[in-house]
Structures are given as structure tokens and as C-alpha cells.
């Protein structure tokens, strides 16, 4: 038996249809509509608009209801670069960066990523998928519908398989959707930085081995690199990005964040899907990305949390013609959020972005940054319903609290997967 269902009530329903991805002045266009509806069957959209004009459509009849009572309602967000698996949070050095030290000081001494890695060995599957589900039942709390979700804590073949077989129970485990990337190349473990070539040594180990056994077992879609000072150089990325490439993993990049290395040209040249940080991108990088069809993935959790004052340039990139898209980077160093609401008020306050130019990011440019924005990233008849329902009058109220989660109801393929009201 098909199921149907009538939503109205949305005050603002923001469909953010039309074509994808969003430049320039189109990123500000949210498709608003006024007392808005939309009629969804079996998880899927078929049609979206004014109240009027969907009641109309003969499938309303047999329709459940939902009154949504004057909320604003938009597409789930989709958080396209997180590094959802891990063991624990780094409060600990929380403290000693408050205290004066910088991130990579901190990261040369063995701390940052590495401690991340020592901690994820020394963690069971078990706690691991604990851990992670409980992170995902907040994203779906804070409106988001889809969480990209990178291995890159474990750095061995053991601990890495383990990260990516826990993503993919997930997937059938919880409601939110879950795109896997493999970050094998996040950082030279511990144990090859002894060694002379070390560093060359391990990236063989991943291009030859792991990358390989990881496509063949299905375990990810896409490969990434830390392409960046203390991490791994242009040279050693691109031959990760070309064995994942051969294997069908499609590239993505961590550019420009820490020093600026060349990795957003490396991204462009090798049809990265998305290129994401770009804190210290300069002029070329940013017309080699507008030229491009690799989306520009800003991450202002990292800044925020760090304290640094050098945000990527976000209205140069939209002005240049750039693929802007916006997520969380939740991750135990650099950005332990996940809440997109709050990356909007950091992208509006810090970076200058709109509010309507954030939300169309974090969610159609986000959608297309993933590869599935045919799917999701907007409310159009045809797509999923994935919706975001906040308890507010005005879309800009969402990055404007900023802090302070307004999400009343998040629905995943045309399920109430967290709700204030339950229903169903
Ligand atoms: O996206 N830049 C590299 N990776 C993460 C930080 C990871 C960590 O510090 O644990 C990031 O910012
Ligand atoms: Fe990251």
C-alpha cells in the first residue's frame, strides 16, 4: 500500500529548485514560497509549492495530514564533510590552545590527529557505531538529512576497514543517509614517520593496498587527501587521488586550511568533487574553482573553534563565480560541531554570507557537492522528502539565534525521523 501525505502550514517553504549547483547571484535565490505545502508518496515528492496549487492535486484526497502550523520549512541540510567516527573529543587540548599553543604545535608534539588515531585503535567497533549513533540522532536534531562521513582516525589497514565497515551498518541501522569517504591519507602515522621515506612508503601502502581492498569491498564512494603543511604534499596527494580514481573512488580534497600548498589547483585538475577549507586560497585558486565544476566546501566550525581570524574568503568566491557549499567539518580537533544552524551564523557574521546564500549552501550546493543533488538539496516534485521544519517566522531567524537549535521536526524520505510533536 502506497502512503501519501499532505504537509501544509509552512509560512515559508523554501523548494530551492531550479538548476544546480548555484553561482554567483543565484545563490541567493531560495525559491520562497508563501503558505507553501507539499504532497509526498512513498518518501518521494509530488508536488511542492503554494497550498493552493497542491491541494489541488488529485492524490490529496486519500492523503494523511500534517500541519506544520505556520513554520518555516526547507530541505534537510546536507553536511557534506564530516569525520563522523571517532573514539573522543580532544578537550584536553582545548585547554593547552586556550592556553597559547597553536593547532599545529600541538600536532608536531603528537597531539591532534594522532592522538585522534591512538584513541580510535584502542576503541571497539562497538563503541565506535555507540558513539556515532548517537552524534547522528543530534545531526537530525539540528535538520540534517544527510552526513558525508570520512574514515582517517584509524591510519592502518585494520583500523581504517573497521571505520568504514561501522559507516556502512550504520547506513542500514538509523535513518539518515551516510556517503563514505575513505581519508586513509589524512595524516603519516605514527609508526612511518621513523622510517626514512616513511611518508612515501605509507602512501604506496594506501594506493597500492588499502585504497584497492576499500573500492573492491564497496566500503566507500569517494577518496580524500589532507593536502596541506604537516600532512601530505601535492605530489603524494595527487598519486592517492589518481589510485582512488582508478579504482571508481571519486576525489576530494582538504586544501589550503593551514598553509596554501597548490591543493586547490591539484582538485581542479584531478575533478574533485568538492575542494574544502580554502582559508588561505588566493586569487588563482579561486578563478581555477570558478572555472571548474568542483564545489568550494566552507567550513567556518575550524576557524571558530580554533580562534583564528582568517575565514576563507566566502563573497569572493560567490562573486568569482565558485561552487560555495557549507558543513560542519564535525570532527574532535578542529570544529566539534554539528549543527549546521550554527555553521550559518558563522558563515552570515564571519565570512558575509547571506542568509539566504548559507542556506542554498548547506543544502542544493551541498546536495550537488555529494554527487546527489537529483535527489535531495531541494523540495521539487521528483525529489526526496527531506525536510527541515523550524519553529520560526522568517528563514534568516535560523543563522540569526545563533547557539541555539530552533529545528521542531526533521523528516527523512517522507519519515518524521526527530520531532517535537511526534506523529505517525
Ligand atoms: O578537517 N584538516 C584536517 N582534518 C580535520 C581536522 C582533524 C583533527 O584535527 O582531528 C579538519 O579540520
Ligand atoms: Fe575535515
Redesign the pocket.
Known sequence: MSQTLLITGAAQLLTLGGSAPRRGKALGNLGLVKDGALLVRDGVILAAGPRAKVEAHPEVRSAEKLDLGGRVALPGFVDS?T?LI?AAS?AEEYDLRIAGAS?EEI?RKGG??L??VKKLRAATAESLKARARAALAKFAEHGTTTVEAKS??GLDAASELKILAVQQELKSEQSLEIVSTF?GA??VPAEYRKKPKGADAYVELLAQQLIPEVARRGLAEYCDV?C?RG?FSVQQARRVLAAGRACGLVPRV?AE??ARTGATQLAVEMHAASC??LEKINRADMRALAKSQTAATL?PG?CFHLGLPRYAPARELIAAGAIVALAT?Y?????PTLSMPMALSLACTQMRMTPAEAIAAATINAAYALGRQKRVGSLEAGKQADVAVFDLDDYREIPYYFGVNHCWMTMKRGRVVWGKESFQ
Open positions: 564533510h569525520h571517532h580532544r593547532y600536532a591532534g590527529i592522538n585522534s582517517g582516525y581519508l589524512h595524516v589532507f596541506d600532512a582538504h586550511q593551514l574544502d577549507h567550513l575550524c567539518d570532527n574532535p580537533g578542529t570544529s
